[in-house]
């Protein structure tokens, strides 16, 4: 009874700790491309609207309350898509 108990307390363990592993490998990516993304917005005068944005960006200075009809370059409007590419390949939007 006892090393029937340790088997399912240790299969409980195992499969805690492939839990804990279960964070995407990507999400670190996701994390870098999500201040990518934003920080050209906030280059451009984007007045953020998520908690998220604000606290790390700040909203200071802001002009724009939509994104997509922001002036933006070319350069610039490039990027924010092929970021946005990415970020959907990996799953992160």
Known sequence: MRSRLL???????VAAAGTVMAVPAHAGVCSDL??????????NGYCFKTRKAINYFGNAGCLYDNAATMPMSGADK??????KKREKQLGCL
């Open 78 to 83: 490039g990027r924010v898509l092929v970021i």
């Open 7 to 13: 088997m399912f307390v240790g299969a409980v363990s």
């Open 34 to 43: 999500w201040v990518q993304r934003n920080a050209i917005y906030k280059a």
